[in-house]
């Protein structure tokens, strides 16, 4: 099993910006791909951004150039820089992880932008 800890959401206002941490622990061999997902009141959870083991990345279309993901495996700890936020950024983000066929989440944490 992989354990996924969230961190560093919180309320700010439009334009501001926040990190996001995300810790894993337990059987952390072999993890290649890890992301933040968000899902908003009433929404469909989508994909935020996503890294892999090479640090090669891939954002979602709605926050390209404003995120920023990074991992740093010293620290089995992944990161997303927001920048820029926008009051439809608010949502819960939340951490995956995946290994091989098997698919990890954290419990997530609530990110509020106001306008």
């Known amino acids: 099993q992989v354990q996924l800890v969230e961190s560093g959401g919180g309320l700010v206002q439009a334009g501001g910006s926040l990190r996001l941490s995300c810790a894993a622990s337990?059987?952390?061999?072999?993890?290649?791909?890890m992301g933040w997902y968000r899902q908003a009141p009433g929404k469909q959870r989508e994909l935020v951004a996503v890294?892999?083991?090479?640090?090669?990345?891939n954002y979602a279309d709605s926050v390209r150039g404003r995120f920023t993901i990074s991992r740093d495996n010293a620290k089995n700890t992944v990161y997303l820089q927001m920048n820029s936020l926008k009051p439809e950024d608010t949502a819960v983000y939340s951490c995956?992880?995946?290994?091989?066929?098997?698919?990890?989440w954290g419990r997530g944490t609530q990110v509020t932008v106001s306008s």
């Open positions: 890294i892999d083991s090479g640090g090669s990345t």
């Open positions: 337990g059987s952390i061999f072999s993890i290649n791909i």
């Open positions: 995956n992880a995946a290994r091989g066929s098997l698919v990890f």
